[in-house]
T-cell receptor, first 111, second 113 residues
Framework: AQSVTQLDSQVPVFEEAPVELRCNYS??????LFWYVQYPNQGLQLLLKYLSGSTLVKGINGFEAEFNKSQTSFHLRKPSVHISDTAEYFC?????????FGTGTRLQVFP | EAQVTQNPRYLITVTGKKLTVTCSQN?????MSWYRQDPGLGLRQIYYSMNVEVTDKGDVPEGYKVSRKEKRNFPLILESPSPNQTSLYFCASSLSWGDQPQHFGDGTRLSIL
């Protein structure tokens, strides 16, 4: 069975500091990987996706993620965060018949 | 503007009173889905539809019904709502299944008293 684990429920960080949000998945089949962001009182928006090819994926708002097949991870990174990055971030895994979301990581950026 | 529209955005109602949450997309997407979001549990899929007249259960379908009579609409029906269905609900659509990202509506917050 597939599963997605976001190890950190909350990540506090100061503005302009780097951040990494961790995501691990388990699946016996090939998967597609996504990161979504949810701002307060809004739906989810796609940040980036990995389908195939280069393991380093660049997304919107300066975020990037690296697919690591051996460690079954897809961690999200940003070298310098801004106050406006405060939001909830969801990792998701899609295979032939299911889309599974992690439980989310709340990124709180402090001035 | 490409969008997924849900209505209502907020609803407070009582146990047992049937309700429908509408979802409409204007992107000609084939795939549509309903999720509920609960604290600490992330998003869980309720039902999905691969195309018109094709629907299937997700992970938490109990107490819900859906229909897909037209490509653009995918209403979520709670025939006899109960307090454990109090949640934040999202409708989403995508061009096809699998490698296409989901486009989400802004959510519907349901409170069942």
């Amino acid at each position: 069975a597939q599963s997605v684990t976001q190890l950190d429920s909350q990540v506090p960080v100061f503005e302009e500091a780097p951040v990494e949000l961790r995501c691990n998945y388990s699946s016996s089949v090939s998967v597609y990987l996504f990161w979504y962001v949810q701002y307060p009182n809004q739906g989810l928006q796609l940040l980036l996706k990995y389908l195939s090819g280069s393991t380093l994926v660049k997304g919107i708002n300066g975020f990037e993620a690296e697919f690591n097949k051996s460690q079954t991870s897809f961690h999200l990174r940003k070298p310098s965060v801004h106050i406006s990055d405060t939001a909830e971030y969801f990792c998701a895994v899609s295979s032939t018949d299911k889309l599974i979301f992690g439980t989310g990581t709340r990124l709180q950026v402090f001035p | 503007e490409a969008q997924v529209t849900q209505n209502p955005r907020y609803l407070i109602t009582v146990t047992g009173k049937k309700l429908t949450v509408t979802c409409s997309q204007n992107m000609n997407h084939e795939y549509m889905s309903w999720y509920r979001q609960d604290p600490g549990l992330g998003l869980r899929q309720i039902y999905y539809s691969m195309n018109v007249e094709v629907t299937d259960k997700g992970d938490v379908p109990e107490g819900y019904k859906v229909s897909r009579k037209e490509k653009r609409n995918f209403p979520l029906i709670l025939e006899s709502p109960s307090p454990n269905q109090t949640s934040l609900y999202f409708c989403a659509s995508s061009l096809s299944w699998g490698d296409q990202p989901q486009h989400f509506g802004d959510g519907t917050r349901l409170s069942i008293l």
